[in-house]
């Protein structure tokens, strides 16, 4: 039997950012469509081309140092995903890179943080809430279901008490997260845009799901599939 993983490594990151990369080329049509009446068409290509990018540079980033690869994400999605969604992204894996700085390794509670991290730079460049149609709509209750899992009992048959941090229990947190996530993005159908191009459409945005709260759901999804792996 394969020893469980207790925590994400550098390695296990990089994992993650190549299957993001794939899944976000397979969706990117699915995203498009998604940001053809609310938006410029656009979502998809740019989240395509980004993280096609950072596969591109993985080989080149040290993986040793966890904040510094997220930043270094950061700072290609910055520069290579266009529209809006550069910006947020990349300050989404930037602040989550500061909060990790110098961690070899991330449990439960340390990929929290820097989620949550991540989550209150969106919020802060975006100056987006909840309920506003946008990728923290998706984001907020991921990390509330990654909180909500810290203090979760260990997973049924586990010897010694168990740890939050486990493989299975990294793997379901993550899963719940991702669900959490998807949940978020299709309760954006309804709303009404307050933020960005869409907010423009006013009550016309209803009826429509955000692609950026869908492609952070599509980015947990990844996550949640490489800790389960």
């Known amino acids: 039997m ?3 993983v207790q925590t994400l490594s550098g390695d296990h990151i990089a994992a993650w950012l190549e299957r993001a990369a794939d899944e976000l080329e397979r969706e990117k049509m699915f995203l498009t469509e998604l940001d053809a009446p609310i938006g410029d068409s656009d979502h998809g290509v740019n989240m395509a081309r980004g993280f096609t990018a950072v596969r591109g540079r993985l080989d080149t980033l040290d993986r040793s140092d966890i904040g510094a690869l997220l930043r270094n994400v950061g ?4 520069s290579t995903v266009g529209g809006a969604s550069g910006p947020l992204y990349g300050t989404l894996f930037r602040d989550a890179g500061q909060k990790a700085a110098g961690a070899a390794a991330l449990d439960l509670a340390a990929l929290t ?3 949550e991290a991540g989550l209150e730079g969106v919020r802060r460049r975006g100056k987006a809430a909840p309920g506003e149609k946008t990728m923290v709509d998706a984001l907020v209750p991921a ?9 979760a009992p260990p997973p049924a048959g586990a010897r010694g008490g168990g740890t939050p941090t486990s493989r299975a229990s990294m793997a379901d947190a993550l899963a719940r997260a991702a669900e959490a996530a998807r949940a978020g993005a299709e309760a954006t159908v309804p709303l009404i845009a307050r933020k960005g191009r869409a907010s423009y459409l006013g009550e016309r945005s209803a009826g429509h799901q ?3 709260a869908t492609s952070c759901w599509l980015l947990l ?5 490489t800790a389960g792996a």
């Not at 700072?75 to 910055?78: A, D, G, K, M, R």
């Not at 999804?221 to 599939?225: E, T, Y």
Request: charge should be neutral; proline fraction near 7%; glycine fraction near 4%.
């Open 2 to 4: 394969q020893t469980p």
């Open 75 to 78: 700072t290609i999605l910055l």
């Open 210 to 212: 955000d692609p950026g």
């Open 221 to 225: 999804r990844s996550l949640a599939a």
């Open 143 to 151: 990390v509330d279901a990654l909180k909500a899992a810290q203090s």
């Open 113 to 115: 943080a820097c989620l």
